[in-house]
């Protein structure tokens, strides 16, 4: 009976890739048909094409997505330019075959590349299209969603050393998915989130069109600008406002061990870190039984010193601990630890596949007590237990109203927290038994009612879509979707969603469900002024 796992893996692989075309059905053949007659050959792989998987893996982070037993996409269309994503729309609404989007690949759910449901689709990969053109004097720039915000950074820096863009830590980020969702980085305190620095973009919507903001409208452009990827079209492209960074930024780490106070300063942190001068930014990273406080200041030394004696004394911070370097070096140094890095390193988008996580989030208003970090650090022990980064907000990004973009995290909001577990080979059950028990132990400290999430880090166990009568029910919808947007937000993206895709094409496990106001609803939400002048 007993099958070598080796064996066993084979005979799937060729399961899978043998009998892959006989599973695929009429329609997509006319699909791929369809999308023949506008994407040239090279452009459109198949399972059959050579480098099918090669292309397929490229951007994949999660080595949990990219397994056997994970549904592959009939095709992918590595997009080239814009007429390419417009015939991938047609077709697919022709023909009934839905689409993922794929920008930078690090979703972590893997819905850009991968359907949970056993449901024909195809990626529209938009890593070839990822120009970034920067207008210097304006202090502007367009970036193509295929770009990662490393080759964003390091555009506005060779146009100018002192421009710079509020975005995540990671450089192989894809703008597409992170602007889509938010865009929570060190630079949020001084600047606001990503989408904050949004002033225009370019998207595919679901009749194939290409609509910049003043054709698509308000309602739609706030959508974008953090409603979460794959729900309303494909954007192409973004304009962003850069924003001043000093020539000299100070970047520092300082580890504190329990036995050296770590729970007194990350007690303090929690009130500290959102009250901050907006240009110092101070995160920490809690793991086995020490906090990592990592911090970036848009200033020199001489000028944090100060600040830290008087406002943060319990770390101890010294001279010896400040690293003045260029924003640039200081992005590396944040996401690796190391310095001297060329700034070309920000240019490489190889990702490796070797390491398996699982990630959730939360939102802490009010802070957590001593007495309860006592009880929270001995979950940072043994073989299986992860790691937590606590992001603070405060400054900017939270004196914009929580309904200016679909992002509610803001006023009151002191910091949010990312559980991680990972894990390799096959560690998964207990890493994953870990996260769980501490996503539930936390629960009692966080936001509640409802408990808050951060859309990019999309999370499927906060709740999935179910379609009913042909389109995702927006009270499935309402389930996870007011965790990551608040009632208020959700309800608009919804009804937005409503207006421009009533016919829920561009859907996936997490979507905004269309919500179309019928008739009856709309004459008593809109005004007695408006029925008399109709
Ligand atoms: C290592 C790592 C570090 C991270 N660090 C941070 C951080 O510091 N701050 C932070 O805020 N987040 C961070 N994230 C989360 C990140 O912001 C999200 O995963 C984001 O959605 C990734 O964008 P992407 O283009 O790479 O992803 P993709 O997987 O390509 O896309 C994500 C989602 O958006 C959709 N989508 C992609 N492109 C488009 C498009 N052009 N138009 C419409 N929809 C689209 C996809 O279909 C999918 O649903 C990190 C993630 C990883 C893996
Ligand atoms: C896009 O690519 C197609 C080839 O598939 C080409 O015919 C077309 O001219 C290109 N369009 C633009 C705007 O470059
Ligand atoms: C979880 O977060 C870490 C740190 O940002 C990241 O390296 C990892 O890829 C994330 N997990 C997933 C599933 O993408
Ligand atoms: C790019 O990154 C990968 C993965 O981190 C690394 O292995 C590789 O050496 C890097 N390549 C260059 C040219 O730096």
């Known amino acids: 009976m007993a099958v070598p796992a080796g064996a066993a893996l084979a005979l799937l692989l060729c399961v899978l890739s043998c009998y892959a075309p006989a599973l695929s059905s009429a329609a997509a053949g006319d699909f791929l048909r369809c999308l023949s007659a506008s994407v040239p050959s090279q452009l459109l792989l198949t399972p059959a094409s050579p480098s099918f998987t090669s292309v397929l893996a490229s951007s994949i982070r999660n080595p949990r997505f990219f397994t056997p037993g994970t549904m592959r996409p009939l095709c992918i269309v590595a997009a080239a330019n814009a007429s390419h994503v417009q015939a991938a729309v047609l077709c697919g609404r022709r023909h009934g075959v839905r689409l993922r989007v794929r920008s ?18 195809a990626v529209v990969d938009l890593a070839g299209l990822r120009f970034v053109r920067v207008d210097r004097a ?3 720039a367009w970036v193509d969603s295929g770009a990662t915000v490393g080759e964003l950074y390091y555009a506005a820096a060779r146009a100018d050393p002192q421009l710079a863009f509020p975005a995540g830590v990671c450089p192989t980020i894809g703008v597409g998915g992170h602007f889509s969702g938010g865009g ?18 370019t998207l595919v919507d679901a009749s194939g ?21 794959g729900s309303f079209g494909i954007v192409l492209s973004w304009k962003v406002r850069l924003v001043r960074v000093p020539l000299r930024v100070t970047a520092f780490t300082i580890q504190k061990t329990v036995a050296q106070g770590a729970i007194d300063a990350v007690t303090k942190w929690q009130t500290l870190a959102p009250a901050l001068p907006d240009e110092l930014t101070i995160r920490v990273v809690i793991q086995n039984q020490q906090a990592r406080f990592q911090s970036l200041y848009l200033g020199t030394c001489d000028q944090l010193l100060p600040v ?10 010294t001279r010896a601990d400040c690293r003045e370097m260029t924003w640039l070096q200081s992005v590396l140094y944040i996401n690796s630890g190391s310095t001297g890095q060329p700034g070309e390193a920000l240019l490489n988008r190889t990702t490796s596949l070797s390491t398996f996580t699982k990630n959730k989030s939360d939102y802490v208003k009010q802070a957590i007590t001593r007495e309860s970090w006592q009880k929270i650090f001995p979950w940072f022990n043994g073989p299986s237990a992860g790691l937590i980064i606590l992001e603070p907000h405060g400054g900017q990004v939270s004196r914009i109203a929580d309904g200016d973009t679909p992002y509610p995290h803001r006023s009151g909001v002191l910091y949010n927290i990312q559980h991680i577990a990972f894990w390799s080979g096959d560690g998964g059950t ?41 389109v995702t029910s927006y009270d499935s919808g309402r389930v996870w979707g007011e965790r990551y947007f608040g009632a208020a937000n959700f309800k ?22 269309p919500l179309v106001q019928t008739p009856k609803q709309v004459s008593h939400t809109s005004s007695r002024h408006e029925n008399c002048c109709l």
């Open 104 to 121: 930078g690949g690090h979703d972590y759910e893997g819905l850009s590349y991968r359907s949970v449901r056993p449901e024909e689709f």
């Open 138 to 140: 304006a202090a502007t």
């Open 184 to 201: 929570i980085g060190m630079m949020m305190r001084k600047h606001g989130l990503s989408v904050d620095n949004v002033l225009d973009a």
């Open 209 to 229: 069109r290409i609509l910049d903001r003043k054709a698509m409208g308000e309602d739609l452009f706030w959508a974008i600008r953090g409603g979460g990827g």
């Open 308 to 317: 830290m004696s008087s406002r943060f004394p319990e770390l101890g911070m």
């Open 430 to 470: 207990a890493a994953t038994t870990w996260i769980n028990g501490f996503y539930s132990f936390m629960g009692q400290f966080v936001t509640k009612n409802p408990r808050a999430a951060y859309v990019n880090y999309r999370d499927l166990d906060i709740g999935q879509n179910a379609v009913v009568g042909g």
């Open 492 to 513: 608009r993206l919804a009804i937005t969603k409503g207006k421009m895709d009533p016919g829920d094409y561009f859907r996936n496990e997490q979507s905004v469900p």
